[in-house]
């Protein structure tokens, strides 16, 4: 047995935490305590990378506004890329009228691909105008433009450069660093695509947080650490609908349950405009596609009447000519089944949850879609409660992603989230139990080293087993890889000095090392310490942790003398085996049923029993180790030469 024989040997514990490497405050969760390095000016900028539009915010004397474009004129940017035949990349609104003219040098719903393989976007991929390339099921997707691949992240990553641009324009400095918002349910592929397309558009991506979290953060909901809520966002866009259910405490935002439709949104309720008026007017489906500026009159005019709608009873127009129109109760009635749709995942959401509607304490309205009054009472209906919409809900979002950046600037001393370790991080000791070597909170990069010992006669290996989390026992953490230190010189348990030393980088990379200090046989691994880990995880295991804390010190207290006992029973042992010529047969009778006797506690006593019976044992066998003592010294001298 040589896995994980490992015993916690000294305080030498040796802790470099490289200060002053970049300047945060760092907040200690525990007790609150601020620690402040020296501050630097930056400009960390949020971005809301959205389906249809996407925006750029930032935060100007403490208030979060939502940077226009270049003509000063609109913060939305229609995320939609045009490439036209000269080689020019034309973003945002220019690149809309190309939609209709120019479908297959066009992109739109980039969004939609991200971090996707082929074999996952089949079912869809008839729905857009544009390329996609079948290379093999496995891999990730790429756009066919001209006789050029891009990928979903480098496509993603020109809408960035243009927001980017935009905000340099308007904030007349580079932009270097964002906080980027992902739909709740994004998984890791999603996200990490995300931040790539940050990168390759020049940004040091900071955060990639979800957008219901930025839109909580933006009504101020989760600032305030001691409050705590559970929050609905509801988010209907141009073409994806989701709900989550968050529960915010002590600044962490947790995802209790999400639910939505990745084909329901605002441009449905132009389809239903549409049709209405193509019925209106005797259309068929075969001449609007026969004549694509028909088409796109129609939907555009329906998207106007839509939005007019918002806030007028009626609206009129023409199309080729003949005059239409369309009443709000006729829209109303029209979008009905398609809004009943969304309320249908809001009942499924907050039954994942295991929530009732009385639990919920803010509905918060998101995306342009929920500007439609009827969208905003059904809401407000299901969660018995006024649905909020005070904040502009195309720009909700990237606002709290700017609130969340200038958090991470260090500029709201209020707030945590910095650079700092999420999670502790430590190895498994024996009995299962978690050591941790770098604390959670800690300042990255940090590096802290500790000396460990066998458990076992003549252990010429041993595992290393890496673990990420709050809980006493590893079993219920987060294992992040093991290795194996071999090689070690066969010694007496206890004898062997084997350092452990956990290096955290400025990026989180954890590197770990392990030498054995006397023959000095060693090893070294490197971690991706977050890989693999989304901030929801992160907020589960920390929340787990806490709520877990009291019966997990219970468990580490019992382990931690299970512990100390077995190693008095083999040193006990040993004693009987080697001493046994000094004790009389009483005292060997009853020393080894006390041996016994804790050894049966060990298996199935209390911390208590246990700890009774070391002290037993100790008591009772205490004179035996001084007659020992006066034996080896007998024949020591004995054997010597006067
Ligand atoms: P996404 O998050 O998918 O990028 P947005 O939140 O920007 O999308 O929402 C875009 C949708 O909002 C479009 O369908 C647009 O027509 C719709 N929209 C914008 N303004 C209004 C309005 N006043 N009334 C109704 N719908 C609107
Ligand atoms: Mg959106």
Redesign the pocket.
Known sequence: MWSCGLYRLDITNKIHSHEGYMAKISINLKDGTVNKAEKQVTTIVGI?L?????LIAFIKDGEPYAIKDQHGKHT?VP?IIHFDPKGDVIVGEAAKDHLVSNPERTIYSIKRLMGKSFGDVDQFDSFLGYEIIDEDTESLVKIKVDETFYTPTELSSKILQKLKRNAEKELKLEIQKAVITVPAYFNDAQRQATRDAGKLAGLDVLRIINEPTAASLAYGIGINREQSSVVAVY?L????FDVSILEIQSGIFEVLATNGDTFL???D??KVIVQHWMAALDLTEQQIDADKSLGQELRTQA?EA??QL?SKSVFETTISGKSVSITKETFQSLIKPLVQKSITSCERALADSTLSISDIQEVIL????T??PYVIEQVSAFFNRPAKHQIN??EV?ALGAAIQADILAGNRKDMLLLDITPLSLGIETIGGLMDVLIPRNSKIPSALGRQYTTSVDGQTKLKVAVYQGERNLVSDNRKLGEFVLSGIPPMAAGMPKIEIQFLIDADGILRVKAKELRSEVNTEVEIKSTYGISEEDMARMLIDSLQHAEADMQIKVLQEAKNEANGILLASNKFLTQHRDILTDDEFEQTTSLIQSLATHVDSGTKDEINAAMQTLNTYTAPFAEKAMDKTIKAALSGKKI
């Open positions: 809301d959205g389906t249809t539009n996407s939305l995320s988010d866009g141009g073409g994806t949104g605002g441009d309720f132009d998207e839509k939005k918002s998101v995306g342009g879609s500007r439609v809900p195309d979002v």
